[in-house]
Each structure stands twice: as structure tokens, then as C-alpha cells.
């Protein structure tokens, strides 16, 4: 694989494909364990104040309003690389993830599997 990057424009929030409510999904992954830690909402203003600061910034459906994780709990999430998807209609969002990711305490929204037909809890909240 050639490590060299190259640049095929200047990134504009715009260019992304945003669903009729102008979101884009956004899966957070853990820089250094490469776990999915949660999934949430973008707007293009969400996606530039996330490259402008370097908080990861999403927009609350429920609350209408954007929401820079870890703002009043704590658990913050730091930006290390925005990826697009080859449609542009989704993202991922490698962070360096201070505390847990979800807001049930657990480190990653992930937490439950289906295993044998029966809906499982495979990760425990965070002490």
C-alpha cells in the first residue's frame, strides 16, 4: 500500500451527501483500539466546527441543537482524522476518547449483542 497521500481538492462540508433532514451519520472509532464507540448525527456546520476546533462536534436530533461530546460530562472526544465514505454519505470519526463514549456510562453505545437469539449486555458501565 503506497502511504503517500494525495490531495484531489480543498474539503468543503458541503460537498458531502446529506439526508433530506441535512445529517450525515458519523461513526466515532477509537484511534488506538480501532473499536466503535457510538454513531450520531452531523449537519455541514457540525463537520466545520469539528474540523475548526478539534471537538468532535454532532447535532442533537432531540434537542435540535448541536452538542460538542463531552462538553458537560466529560468524556470528550478529541478529533485524530475525518474519513468519508466512497458515496460521501457517511463518516468516521477517529478520536481519542477520554471516559466512556455512551451516555449509559458504558465505553462504547455497543453494548448489547444478539447471540443465539437471545439480546445480550456484553460490555459493563465504567468505574
Known amino acids: 500500500m503506497n502511504d503517500e497521500m494525495s490531495v484531489t481538492a480543498r474539503f468543503d462540508p458541503a460537498s458531502l451527501k446529506y439526508n433530506d433532514a441535512g ?15 457510538m454513531m450520531a448525527w452531523m449537519n455541514a456546520e457540525a463537520v466545520a466546527r ?18 460538542v461530546k463531552g462538553e458537560t460530562s466529560g468524556n470528550v ?36 449483542a444478539v447471540r443465539g437469539g437471545d439480546e445480550v449486555e456484553v460490555m459493563g458501565v465504567e468505574r
Open 23 to 37: 445529517l450525515i451519520p458519523a461513526i466515532a472509532q477509537d484511534e488506538a483500539t480501532g473499536e466503535v464507540l
Open 77 to 112: 472526544q478529541e478529533l485524530v482524522d475525518l474519513r468519508l465514505d466512497c458515496d460521501r454519505d457517511c463518516l468516521l470519526v477517529v478520536v481519542r476518547q477520554t471516559g466512556p463514549a455512551c451516555h449509559t456510562g458504558r465505553r462504547s453505545c455497543f453494548y448489547r
Open 50 to 67: 469539528t474540523l475548526a476546533s478539534g471537538r468532535v462536534t454532532y447535532w442533537s436530533r432531540s434537542r435540535a441543537a448541536f452538542w
